[in-house]
């Protein structure tokens, strides 16, 4: 496993029937989901054994594993009574705690006080009458209020997280709900999740019925914070590490797997998968591609709703795709990588990671993108100020901004996604402007029913997904001087303005200062209408600075502010300076960029042998889905791995000198491009574009089909 723990199952059965085998398709279906060993207790059976002796297989289990890293207990009915019980003994006995318990309606109260007079019409595993029957066995001289047996009737202060899931249709239904009333009246951290339709323990059918296979797969989500907490430092040997769970970091998980390697591990920072769309959750947030080149080839989603979809879809796309190749299995999140270190001696890099970790790998994939790094505005008086100040990725959904007075800085691709929202909401907002965006329609729309069940036919998927690459290939043409796309393009820019902005002074405050596409266009149709509102002011005099209770520009005037948030996205010119990377000879990569980063294809850098950057150094694109770039860096990474792994090789690494002949000849045709033309987040303060790749998709895919061994050094 990429992680330490084991998951200790508890079967049910009222305490008289069962075992490890009648369970066996759930508890498989939770290993395969989880990654985790799952231990199905075989404990003792009423009537021949009554209370305590379920209790005490249970506690003894516990003990066992729990030497070894931590422990989830699970258990479905009455096992999931019995994980409860164990949990609340451990607690009382102030043992050390389960990391969480997962409880598959649970069976809490034995008397079965509230019991329906009838069972439910979709109840087909129990009956009131032979439930009582089992407890009665169980409880033997002990009454059925004791809280070891009903632990409903606990003290439920100081548990673990805690998952309940059940269905509609099912006796315990009730006692579901009940327990996870009880558990927040005792602040324990609780979700309850019923499914409708559903019957007592219907997780059984993993395998052949989806909404047991879509119960297990929140498990699996709902268990990865909890583990990842409850893991003590330790040290681990892995054939690949990955830094970063958003979408190249998936793609290459997936790829690894594929070429039969399967020994890896996924690092995250944050609390969850997802990358750029687990940080960017602010209100409005989307793609501004078409989402049908925003997922991957050989994991289409049909079930999109928008043309461009939204940030949680997207989120929610991520976490289906890892769920089904299994990737959960594989991750660490909250988890830091803060060194990185290459071993010449060994081939091998080594890691630290802000909690204690020490882990060791061939490979190492750096998968954070260039959208990682928040950049915050240089403004003096930033922190003195008082009110609520807030970063686009790094949103508070807690905070009301309702009737308030709001400051928007920043006018980019994020700030035209996030302003609309916000001045439905706002009382005041000051949009402060330091350049005009080129704006152009967003050719969105809600995907049907029949959208969706056509895109289920791969034939029809696939044509549209070619369509809009193509057309998207179009738009590129439009960064060149003189062509019809471009034309078309500022023609289609400036009727949108003029047709949604009917001010003259306005739309001249909205009109930008540089060529089209110099910086990333806008696709917006709701941006300008936003900015006409009547509540809202757009400002385009400088700021001088930020006071504890709003903003001076440069004509003396203060503007007083409640909520200040900055739109003003990520640093991409320092990339992973986070994290301090060493590669041969003591060099760090701070060193080796010190003129700014650069790498072969973008993915390799000479001097860290092994090491595979995913949408690294002029591999964004301005015009088309980072997506179609992902995919091939990630198949040329691996078969850089397979020329190591295949012969008696400890590394491979790019010759310097075809390192610096690429970027040389990438720099002298990005030097006479559109994007050289205005300052941007594409190139540092110096002029050089270290963000962009100056060609057509298909130039650069068809660059990475083949490995040259010319190019690299394999010893």
Same mark, same amino acid.
């Given at each position: 496993?990429? *992680?330490?723990?084991?998951?200790?199952?508890?079967?049910?059965?009222?305490?008289?029937?069962?075992?490890?085998?009648?369970?066996?398709?759930?508890?498989?279906?939770?290993?395969?989901?989880?990654?985790?060993?799952?231990?199905?207790?075989?404990?003792?059976?009423?009537?021949?054994?009554?209370?305590?002796?379920?209790?005490?297989?249970?506690?003894?289990?516990?003990? =066992?594993?729990?030497?070894?890293?931590?422990?989830?207990?699970?258990?479905?009915?009455?096992?999931?009574?019995?994980?409860?019980?164990? =949990?609340?003994?451990?607690?009382? $006995?102030?043992?050390?705690?389960? =990391?969480?318990?997962?409880?598959?309606?649970? @069976?809490?109260?034995?008397?079965?006080?509230?019991?329906?007079?009838? /069972?439910?019409?979709?109840?087909?595993?129990?009956?009131?009458?032979?439930?009582?029957?089992?407890?009665?066995?169980?409880?033997?001289?002990?009454?059925?209020?004791?809280?070891?047996?009903?632990?409903?009737?606990?003290?439920?202060?100081?548990?673990?997280?805690?998952?309940?899931?059940?269905?509609?249709?099912?006796?315990?239904?009730?006692?579901?709900?009940?327990?996870?009333?009880?558990?927040?009246?005792?602040?324990?951290?609780?979700?309850?999740?019923?499914?409708?339709?559903?019957?007592?323990?219907?997780?059984?059918?993993?395998?052949?019925?989806?909404?047991?296979?879509?119960?297990?797969?929140?498990?699996?989500?709902?268990?990865?914070? #909890?583990?990842?907490?409850?893991? +003590? #430092?330790?040290?681990?040997?892995?054939?690949?590490?990955?830094?970063?769970?958003?979408?190249?970091?998936?793609?290459?998980?997936?790829?690894?797997?594929?070429?039969?390697?399967?020994?890896?591990?996924?690092?995250? *920072?944050? =609390?969850?998968?997802?990358?750029?769309?687990?940080?960017?959750?602010? #209100?409005?947030?989307?793609?501004?591609?078409? +989402?049908?080149?925003?997922?991957?080839?050989?994991?289409?989603?049909?079930?999109? &709703?928008?043309?461009?979809?939204?940030? !949680?879809?997207?989120?929610?796309?991520?976490? &289906?795709?890892?769920?089904?190749?299994?990737?959960?299995?594989?991750?660490?999140?909250?988890?830091?990588?803060?060194?990185?270190?290459?071993?010449?001696?060994?081939?091998?890099?080594?890691?630290?990671?802000?909690?204690?970790?020490?882990?060791?790998?061939?490979?190492?994939?750096?998968?954070?993108?260039?959208?990682?790094?928040?950049?915050?505005?240089?403004?003096?008086?930033?922190?003195?100020?008082?009110?609520?100040?807030?970063?686009?990725?790094?949103?508070?959904?807690?905070?009301?901004?309702?009737?308030?007075?709001?400051?928007?800085?920043?006018?980019?691709?994020?700030?035209?996604?996030?302003?609309?929202?916000?001045?439905?909401?706002?009382?005041?907002?000051?949009?402060?402007?330091?350049?005009?965006?080129?704006?152009?329609?967003?050719?969105?729309?809600?995907?049907?029913?029949?959208?969706?069940? %056509?895109?289920?036919?791969?034939?029809?998927?696939?044509?549209?997904?070619?369509?809009?690459?193509?057309?998207?290939?179009?738009?590129?043409?439009?960064?060149?001087?003189?062509? %019809?796309?471009?034309?078309?393009?500022?023609?289609?820019?400036?009727?949108?303005? &003029?047709?949604?902005?009917?001010?003259?002074?306005?739309?001249?405050?909205?009109?930008?200062?540089? #060529?089209?596409?110099? *910086?990333?266009?806008?696709?917006?149709?709701?941006?300008?209408?936003?900015?006409?509102?009547?509540?809202?002011?757009?400002?385009?005099?400088?700021? /001088?600075?930020?006071?504890?209770?709003?903003?001076?520009?440069?004509?003396?005037?203060?503007?007083?502010?409640?909520?200040?948030?900055? +739109?003003?996205?990520?640093?991409?010119?320092?990339?992973?300076?986070?994290?301090?990377?060493?590669?041969?000879?003591?060099?760090?990569?701070?060193?080796?960029?010190?003129?700014?980063?650069?790498?072969?294809?973008?993915?390799?850098?000479?001097?860290?042998?092994?090491?595979?950057?995913?949408?690294? !150094?002029?591999?964004?694109?301005?015009?088309?889905?980072?997506?179609?770039?992902? /995919?091939?860096?990630? $198949?040329?990474?691996?078969?850089?791995?397979?020329?190591?792994?295949?012969?008696?090789?400890?590394?491979?690494?790019?010759?310097? /000198?075809?390192?610096?002949?690429?970027?040389?000849?990438?720099?002298?045709?990005?030097?006479?491009?559109?994007?050289?033309?205005?300052?941007? @987040?594409?190139?540092?303060?110096?002029?050089?574009?270290?963000?962009?790749?100056?060609?057509?998709?298909?130039?650069?895919?068809?660059?990475?089909?083949?490995?040259?061994?010319?190019?690299?050094?394999?010893?």
């Amino acid at each position: 496993p990429a *992680k330490p723990g084991v998951l200790l199952y508890l079967h049910g059965g009222a305490y008289c029937v069962g075992s490890p085998a009648t369970h066996r398709a759930l508890t498989a279906h939770l290993a395969l989901a989880t990654g985790l060993p799952v231990f199905a207790l075989d404990y003792r059976l009423a009537p021949e054994h009554p209370y305590p002796a379920a209790l005490e297989d249970a506690l003894a289990a516990y003990r =066992a594993f729990r030497d070894h890293g931590p422990v989830i207990i699970a258990g479905d009915s009455a096992g999931g009574g019995l994980a409860l019980a164990t =949990a609340l003994a451990l607690r009382d $006995g102030a043992s050390p705690m389960p =990391a969480a318990l997962v409880l598959f309606s649970p @069976w809490v109260d034995v008397a079965m006080q509230d019991a329906p007079v009838n /069972e439910p019409p979709g109840e087909a595993m129990l009956s009131v009458a032979w439930a009582r029957a089992c407890a009665a066995h169980y409880l033997g001289d002990t009454p059925a209020g004791t809280p070891a047996v009903s632990p409903i009737h606990a003290d439920l202060r100081g548990l673990p997280p805690t998952l309940i899931q059940a269905g509609t249709d099912e006796l315990l239904h009730g006692q579901a709900l009940q327990l996870h009333q009880a558990l927040l009246a005792a602040n324990v951290e609780v979700r309850c999740e019923i499914t409708a339709h559903r019957w007592h323990v219907f997780q059984t059918h993993a395998g052949t019925l989806r909404s047991a296979d879509e119960a297990i797969a929140r498990v699996a989500r709902f268990v990865l914070g #909890p583990l990842s907490a409850a893991v +003590a #430092p330790g040290a681990s040997h892995h054939e690949v590490v990955i830094l970063g769970a958003g979408m190249s970091g998936l793609c290459m998980a997936i790829q690894l797997q594929r070429a039969g390697i399967h020994d890896f591990v996924i690092l995250e *920072k944050q =609390a969850g998968l997802g990358g750029t769309w687990w940080d960017n959750t602010y #209100p409005g947030a989307h793609v501004d591609v078409p +989402a049908p080149v925003y997922s991957f080839s050989f994991a289409p989603n049909p079930d999109w &709703k928008q043309r461009f979809a939204a940030a !949680p879809e997207i989120q929610a796309y991520m976490q &289906k795709v890892a769920e089904r190749y299994r990737l959960l299995a594989h991750m660490r999140l909250a988890t830091r990588i803060t060194e990185a270190t290459f071993d010449e001696a060994t081939g091998h890099w080594q890691f630290a990671t802000d909690r204690g970790d020490t882990l060791r790998s061939r490979f190492f994939v750096c998968s954070t993108g260039p959208l990682n790094q928040l950049r915050w505005p240089d403004i003096a008086g930033l922190d003195v100020f008082q009110g609520k100040r807030l970063h686009s990725a790094r949103w508070d959904h807690n905070h009301d901004i309702t009737g308030q007075r709001v400051a928007v800085i920043g006018t980019g691709s994020t700030a035209s996604q996030l302003i609309p929202p916000i001045a439905d909401r706002a009382g005041q907002l000051h949009v402060f402007q330091r350049t005009a965006n080129w704006v152009l329609p967003r050719l969105d729309r809600p995907y049907t029913a029949m959208d969706r069940l %056509l895109a289920r036919f791969p034939p029809y998927s696939k044509l549209v997904r070619w369509a809009w690459v193509q057309l998207l290939e179009i738009g590129r043409r439009g960064f060149d001087d003189g062509t %019809l796309a471009r034309r078309s393009m500022l023609k289609t820019a400036n009727m949108h303005l &003029k047709r949604q902005v009917p001010d003259e002074a306005m739309r001249q405050k909205l009109s930008p200062p540089y #060529p089209l596409g110099c *910086k990333r266009i806008i696709y917006s149709n709701d941006f300008y209408r936003a900015l006409v509102r009547p509540n809202v002011e757009l400002v385009t005099d400088a700021i /001088e600075r930020i006071t504890a209770h709003g903003i001076i520009t440069a004509d003396g005037r203060e503007r007083e502010v409640d909520t200040l948030v900055c +739109a003003t996205g990520f640093d991409a010119v320092h990339l992973l300076s986070s994290v301090r990377v060493t590669g041969m000879q003591g060099r760090t990569l701070r060193e080796a960029w010190a003129s700014g980063p650069e790498a072969y294809r973008g993915i390799t850098v000479a001097g860290f042998p092994n090491m595979f950057l995913m949408l690294g !150094p002029n591999t964004a694109t301005g015009h088309t889905s980072t997506l179609l770039y992902i /995919e091939p860096e990630v $198949g040329h990474a691996i078969s850089c791995m397979q020329s190591v792994r295949t012969g008696t090789h400890r590394w491979i690494d790019v010759k310097p /000198e075809v390192m610096r002949a690429y970027n040389d000849q990438l720099q002298s045709r990005l030097g006479s491009s559109v994007w050289a033309q205005c300052r941007s @987040w594409y190139r540092m303060e110096g002029g050089r574009i270290v963000a962009l790749f100056p060609g057509f998709t298909r130039e650069y895919v068809r660059s990475l089909r083949r490995l040259d061994p010319d190019d690299y050094c394999v010893r």
